[in-house]
């Protein structure tokens, strides 16, 4: 059997919902084969993020060595990587091995309010990591951060999104769940604004979407979907996690990522 390998360099999530975490488990679902490069260890769960331990950037360099110089990536994905110095080695890496296929989830702020990202480190993204995007995934308050503009309405979206894609970026997915109404998600391929529309889920328990989509759509890509293949199963998937999502501690609960599985085996 042929298993599309797909690399998810990110920080892990002790409580298990996002991160490094989530990301194994969606690539899993969708029946590709998970590896992972830990950038940072948190303490974390339901209710936040209680602490955050940074992994050297020597031991970043080795894990990322080890994985594709073995086994090999057919597509890859970045989370949660909180400093300048991570940061820039993740894209010496990814330039030195060639990874065309990566999805930027350009991870900022966590669930709880806590930042995830140096202030210095949003300059070394722009400039290094963006560039070097085959899709981005920032949600309303990460497309502010990179644009510095207000988005409350779903034109502003599309505006963020061309933005985002003059940056460098080849393709632009901006999320639209901080908005009201639908679950409304653009993705602009630079000549053309795509709208992706679900109904939306009253639940608090969504933590780890964005983690999880992003790997979603590097799973699609790993296997040979188009942009708009990946991203359209991507929120397939999604939006299924989030309906059977757990009431799983005091806080905001996880999706569940084998939901879309489960569906699937019962039609």
């Known amino acids: 059997m042929t298993i599309k390998k797909v690399l998810t360099i990110a920080g892990s999530d002790s409580g298990g919902g996002a991160g490094i975490q989530a990301d194994l488990k969606t690539i899993t679902a969708l029946g590709g084969f998970g590896m992972s490069v830990i950038t940072a260890l948190t303490a974390q769960n339901t209710l936040g993020v209680h602490g955050i331990h940074e992994i050297p950037v020597d031991f970043v360099k080795k894990q990322f060595d080890a994985v594709v110089t073995d086994i090999g990536v057919d597509a890859a994905k970045t989370g949660m990587l909180s400093s300048s110095e991570i940061m820039g080695t993740v894209a010496d890496k990814i330039t030195e091995y060639g990874i065309e296929k990566l999805v930027v989830d350009p991870v900022m ?6 930042m995830l990202i140096r202030q210095e480190a949003k300059k070394t993204l722009v400039e290094r990591l963006l560039p070097l995007a085959y899709v981005i995934t920032p949600n309303i308050p990460e497309a502010e ?6 988005i409350v309405t779903v034109e502003e979206m599309k505006e963020a999104a061309q933005i985002i894609h003059r940056m460098g970026a080849r393709h632009v997915f901006v999320k639209g769940g901080h908005l009201s109404g639908d679950a409304l998600d653009i993705l602009y391929d630079g000549r053309q604004l795509h709208e992706f529309i679900s109904k939306r889920i009253d ?5 780890g979407t964005g ?8 799973t699609g890509l790993a296997q040979g979907m188009d942009v708009h293949g990946a991203v359209k199963r991507a929120k397939e998937y999604i939006t299924a996690a989030i309906r059977a999502s757990l009431a799983i501690g005091g806080g905001h609960g996880p ?13």
């Open 145 to 150: 951060e990179l644009t510095g503009m207000e």
């Open 255 to 267: 999706t569940n990522h084998m939901a879309y599985v489960l569906d699937r085996s019962e039609r």
């Open 211 to 218: 983690c999880t989509t992003s790997a979603a759509i590097a």
């Open 109 to 114: 702020v966590a669930k709880g309010g806590a």
């Open 203 to 207: 639940t608090k328990n969504t933590h």
